[in-house]
């Protein structure tokens, strides 16, 4: 089997080579040349050419093929259509934040399957089903094919695509590992988060394993019934919560919490009431995201409908609350939109 580049962390990189004579040094620099500029080095100084040949023999730099890129005018978030391994398409988004001149950035939204088991209501991946995990090369490369064309430099990844991240947690690991090496793209450890539907033994690994990347759980409703309605895949709730607790205890952090709001469905004062009572003492931070559902099955609230929904959550809840912006809805990049291409918007 050869040796894929992006698909191994440095030093895992040079326990590869090493028998050829590579040094970790030189596994650093051949894993920068092939994330930062994505190519294969044809000469590198005090390397003999020699040597190189032999490197090139074993080793080999896959790309994904981009069958597709598309841009919001709206504002600015671009969705791209990759095939990789397999014959399945799958996306990413690339994400532009500029918060303040000079300090504009760019966050890539990863996929991590093609498809999800998970079978979310309001989400389109999950309309799909499960097809296959993707390989942590195939992760790795969404970033550096949106780096390339990117108008501002990648300071952040989401494992938000499509797929379920702790279903396929030990390649998204190391696809996390691999981006966030200084010699590769040196992306912070805590610029980078997981999304999941609450996959309880991925977060208990989070905990154990004291992982340092970003954990966010999609909660959406406290009420077992709905929730079972909407997220029939995701675990039971006191379950979720016993593995959140032991995930704050393990490492101290306020847990993230997302809400897909759906209008007349999980926006009322008893929804709120309801998490409230649900998570206790629990320090949490909830991020409010609207519904984008391109069936027009379930539809975001009313500017009336959030603001009483906030309120609420200010009575009964008190802990932070933010919301969040999920753009591209134009071209069916926003949170919940990704189907590997086919709803995308033509013309």
Not at 271 to 291: K, N, S, Y
Not at 325 to 333: E, N, R
């Amino acid at each position: 089997m050869p040796i894929l580049l992006k698909n191994l962390t440095a030093t895992e990189l040079h326990a590869a080579l090493a028998p050829r004579g590579v040094s970790l040094r030189l596994a650093r620099r051949l894993q920068a040349a092939a994330l930062r500029r994505d190519e294969f080095p044809a000469e590198l100084p005090e390397v003999s050419g020699a040597l190189l040949e032999q490197i090139r023999g074993a080793a080999q730099l896959p790309r994904l093929e981009v069958l597709d890129r598309r841009v919001s005018p709206r504002d600015g978030f671009a969705k791209v259509l990759f095939r990789g391994a397999g014959p399945e398409p799958f996306e990413a988004v690339e994400i532009p934040l500029a918060h303040r001149p000079g300090q504009e950035k760019t966050i890539v939204c990863v996929s991590s399957q093609v498809g999800c088991a998970m079978g979310c209501a309001f989400c389109a991946t999950g309309r799909i089903g499960f097809v296959r995990d993707l390989e942590p090369w195939e992760m790795v490369d969404q970033v550096v094919q949106v780096a390339a064309q990117a108008r501002h430099p990648v300071r952040g990844v989401v494992f938000m695509g499509m797929g379920e991240p702790l279903l396929n947690l030990d390649a998204a690991l190391r696809a996390a590992r691999i981006l966030s090496e200084p010699c590769g793209l040196a992306i912070a450890a805590k610029a980078i988060s997981f999304s999941t539907a609450g996959v309880v033994p991925g977060i208990r690994r989070f905990a154990a394993e004291r992982l340092p990347f970003r954990l966010i759980v999609s909660l959406t409703s406290a009420d077992p019934a709905r929730r079972r309605e909407l997220m029939p895949a995701a675990p039971p709730l006191p379950a979720l919560l016993d593995a959140l607790r032991g995930y704050h205890a393990a490492t101290g952090r306020r847990v993230t919490l997302a809400w897909t709001m759906i209008a007349g469905v999980n926006t009322r004062e008893e929804d709120a009431i309801q998490l409230a009572e649900w998570v206790g003492g629990l320090p949490i931070t909830l991020d409010l995201i609207d519904v984008n559902d391109a069936t027009g099955r379930f539809r975001p609230p009313s500017a009336e409908e959030l603001a009483a929904f906030r309120d609420a959550l200010r009575r009964h809840l008190r802990m932070p609350v933010a919301r969040r912006y999920s753009g591209g809805q134009d071209i069916h990049a926003a949170c919940g939109m990704l189907a590997g291409g086919a709803d995308t918007p033509r013309g």
